[in-house]
């Protein structure tokens, strides 16, 4: 068991710098505009995203496992609400939801 850690760790000390020089230079595809919500500079920011041919400013949260949005939002876009399929969402401020 010790001989195949420390051939795991070897192998991944040996091969992780010579995947990471293979990796071509990153390429800048796009920018958008990003707001502060209520114009105060310092507050979380957000992003415009089209929805059934009206445009709404989102929360783009990266670290999030699902994406989620209110149920008046969902209703002013003329969205199906889902049932979150046993798990428990929750939202930016810790309230739960199952829809």
């Known amino acids: 068991m010790k001989l195949q850690a420390i051939f795991a760790i070897a192998l991944v ?3 992780g710098p010579a995947l990471a020089a293979e990796c071509a230079p990153l390429k800048l ?6 707001q502060p919500i209520d114009g105060k500079p ?3 920011r957000t992003v415009p ?4 041919d009206q445009t709404k400013q989102f929360l783009l949260d990266t670290g999030g496992a699902l994406s989620q949005i209110s149920r008046r939002t969902a209703d002013e876009l003329k969205m199906d ?11 930016a401020n810790g309230n739960s939801r199952a829809k």
């Open 13 to 15: 000390n040996w091969a």
């Open 29 to 34: 595809l796009s920018t958008l505009k990003m």
């Open 42 to 44: 310092h507050e979380v």
């Open 49 to 52: 995203v089209d929805v059934n």
């Open 81 to 91: 609400i889902l049932d979150s399929g046993g798990f428990q969402l929750f939202d």
